[in-house]
């Protein structure tokens, strides 16, 4: 049983570019959440979504940032105009339900140059 | 705001010895767990505790919830150079948001 698989593990950009970050949840999970983590930091919480819906973005930088959760395919983290201080480990969790046990992923690290 | 304090920041031990880690809070939380994460890699979740004064043992690390679901540590026995990392405690007051600690970054020296 595959785990939550994120893509690209490293992504660079330069500022004021766009950034797509991809998440595929494990098999049989609906919930998505996503978490950035800077460096020397904890992780701190950016949005919750289950398919086709966002649950709880209150995380998210209000501009900039958005996510989303297709009927298909992975879960998406997309930053707009990025600038250095998007520069972080972005992870992935999943789980089956609510507030079940959550498993991440690998991470992608962003860096803006 | 819910704040998770996690101490010490840093733990340097060498190979053999045993170290206990924490994680406070002033709040009540419903469920608590402890992962693992290593360099350039995401956390590994080790262990979930849900019932206040909960023992859960994984091998040689050693976790206790509170028993007023405030606070938790986590012991481990005869340290190895594999437990190297930076643990991180998580808890939620019954939502699926899960407040993380700022960490300890444990080093084990062979």
């Known amino acids: 049983n595959a785990g939550v698989m994120q893509n690209p593990r490293h992504l660079v950009r330069r500022r004021g570019q766009e950034a797509r970050l991809r998440c595929s949840p494990m098999?049989?999970?609906?919930?998505v959440y996503w978490y950035r983590q800077l460096p020397e930091e904890g992780l701190k919480f950016m949005v919750y979504?289950?398919?086709?819906?966002?649950?709880?973005e209150s995380g998210m930088p209000k501009e900039r940032f958005s996510a989303e959760f297709p009927k298909e395919g992975p879960s998406i983290l997309r930053i707009q105009q990025v600038v250095r201080g998007d520069s972080a480990a972005y992870f992935c969790a999943s789980s089956p339900d609510r507030g079940s046990e959550a498993f991440f992923g690998q991470g992608t690290r962003l860096t803006v140059v | 705001t819910q704040l998770l304090e996690q101490s010490p920041q840093f733990l340097s031990i060498q190979e053999g010895e045993n170290l206990t880690v924490y994680c406070n809070s002033s709040s009540v939380f419903s469920s608590l767990q402890w992962y693992r994460q290593e360099p350039g890699e995401g956390p590994v979740l080790l262990v979930t505790v849900v019932t206040g004064g909960e023992v859960k043992k994984l091998k040689r690390l050693t976790f206790q919830f509170g028993d007023a679901r405030k606070d938790s540590s986590l012991h481990i026995t005869a340290a190895q150079p594999g437990d190297t990392g930076l643990y991180l405690c998580a808890a939620t007051s019954g939502t699926y948001k899960y407040i993380f600690g700022t960490g300890t970054r444990l080093k084990v020296l062979a």
């Open positions: 979504l289950q398919k086709e819906n966002i649950i709880d």
């Open positions: 098999k049989g999970h609906s919930h």
